[in-house]
Every structure is written in C-alpha cells, then in structure tokens.
C-alpha cells in the first residue's frame, strides 16, 4: 500500500477498522473451506487416525501461532488466521468420513449428532471461563486463548 492510503485509513479511522475485520473473516472462512476440503481427501489418501492427529497437532500449533505469533494487523494476521482457519475448521472435513464407520445404522444419526454437537457444548462452556483464565495470567486474551488450545492435546488422548 502507497503512503497516501495508509494515512487516509488511518484517518478514517471506523472504515480501516470495518475493513480490518472483514479481511480477517475472510482470510479465516477461505482458509476453513481449503481445510475441510483438503481434511476429506487426507483422510482417505491417508489412514483416519493420521489424518486425525495431524489435525489436532496442526490446529494446536496453528492457534499458539496466531495468538502468540502475531501482534497487531496486517499480512502476518491474515496469513495466521488462514492458517488456523484450516486447521481448526479441518475436522468439519474429517468428521463425515468418520463418524459413520463408528456406528451401527439404528443409532447413526444420534451418534454423528452428539459427535459433531459436543464440541460445541464444551466450546460453550470455555468461552464463559476466558474471563477467569485472563485473570489468571498476566498475558491476558491471548494467553487465555493459548491456554484454551491444549484442548487439541487432550483430543491426541
């Protein structure tokens, strides 16, 4: 970017930012429509265990890298959030391979429910604890959210 548009975003402060968080969102959902894309072939060229640990390895290392990694907006940000977009949103991929070979027919669709909803409930329960963890670390949101992560190596478990 030339210096004239640097300093009119910088001036027109509300739309740099408006802008900032769209490039963000968009860089993060492209990264998570590669991801699941590419999570499904893996899965298939690959063993589902392998996939499944590269995954939660990648997702792990991709989050400790966005908030660990980068300080402030700009390519750095947008390349971490692609990143951890693909990682993280991967196991929407991998999850419609799997989870069917798990089960038998009768409960199926009850299994693959509660697989694919779980996860939620527990990032329910974790976003109403960031508060209590920033308090606990001096490093505040980010360190919080590093913290929040290791539920990547649990799922290695």
Known sequence: ?????????????????????????????????????????????????????????????????????????????LGAMFIAGFCTASFYGWLPLYLPELFRTSVRATGQGFGFNFGRILAAVAALQTGNLMGLFSGGYPQACSVMSAVYLVGLC
Do not use: E, H
């Open 1 to 77: 970017m030339g210096a004239n548009v640097v300093n009119q975003m910088l001036k027109d402060q509300p739309t740099f930012a408006s802008q900032a968080k769209s490039y963000t969102q968009i860089a993060s959902a492209f990264g998570a429509i590669c991801g699941t894309l590419l999570a499904a072939l893996a899965a298939d060229w690959t063993s589902r265990r392998a996939t499944y640990v590269a995954m939660c390895v990648s997702s792990f290392g991709s989050v400790l890298l966005l908030y660990q990694g980068v300080s402030g907006y700009g390519p750095a940000l």
